[in-house]
């Protein structure tokens, strides 16, 4: 399976606190993307960046791509009850529009 | 923008019926639209790829004369579940790519649960 792994599984952790989910996956891709699903509902897409670029920003969440080592993080600073949900990233590669989805990390805030 | 409904959000069906699940989308053209499968606690699986004016392309394991899709328009992606089974009953998800986009981001719909009694 081309699938990337995502650790942790599941996470919990306090309001206000930051939490960090880790991917990696195992071909070459385009770009890695990062997305969020609230139990039972659809994929919110939250944030794309390249294979070209090692870092970005949006609001409180930071991603950072490590194609050498072909993984990627999702930092939630100062996390919100709202937060709670499960995240998954995404590769895309080659000439298609394929997304391979990892297998996703389980984030509770608790109030 | 880029909004993809589908419908309806929840089915339940007897064995053996089939079902169909419409995925739209409501403010942009998607060439390419997307099917997945989620089961409880587990990520996405691609099921097929679906391509307006033509045949979806099906991923390695997907029975193609069980999960019938139509891409009649470029709005517009049909999924039949045909002879459904309870084994069938999981959680769908389509999404479409927004033909503008210079990168493979995908719009998901709000997903589809099916229960086959």
Same mark, same amino acid.
């Given at each position: 399976s081309q699938q990337g792994e995502e650790d942790p599984q599941a996470l919990s952790i306090q309001e206000g606190e930051n939490a960090t989910m880790n991917c990696s996956y195992k071909t070459s891709i385009n770009n890695l993307q990062w997305y969020r699903q609230n139990s039972g509902r659809g994929l919110v897409h939250l944030i794309l960046i390249r294979s070209n670029e090692r870092e970005k920003h949006s609001g409180r969440l930071r991603v950072t791509l490590d194609t050498s080592k072909k993984s990627s993080s999702l930092l939630i600073t100062a $996390?919100? &009850? &709202?937060?709670t949900a499960s995240y998954f990233c995404a590769t895309g590669a080659g000439g298609g529009n394929k997304l391979t989805f990892g297998t996703g990390t389980q984030l509770k805030v608790e109030l | 923008g880029a909004v993809v409904s589908q419908h309806p959000s929840w089915v339940i069906c007897k064995s053996g019926t089939s079902v169909k699940i419409e995925c739209r989308s409501l403010d942009f053209q998607a060439t390419t639209m997307f099917w997945y499968r989620q089961f409880p606690k587990q990520s996405l699986m691609l099921m097929a790829t679906s391509n307006e004016g033509s045949k979806a392309t099906y991923e390695q394991g997907v029975e193609k004369d069980k999960f019938l899709i139509n891409? &009649? $328009?470029?709005?517009l992606s049909t999924l039949t579940v045909t002879s &459904?089974?309870?084994?069938? $009953?999981s959680f769908y998800i389509c999404s479409a790519r927004d033909?503008? $986009?210079?990168?493979?981001e995908q719009f998901f719909g709000p997903g589809t649960r099916l229960t086959v009694l």
């Open positions: $996390s919100r &009850a &709202a937060d | 891409h &009649a $328009s470029l709005t &459904a089974h309870p084994e069938d $009953s033909w503008r $986009s210079e990168y493979n």
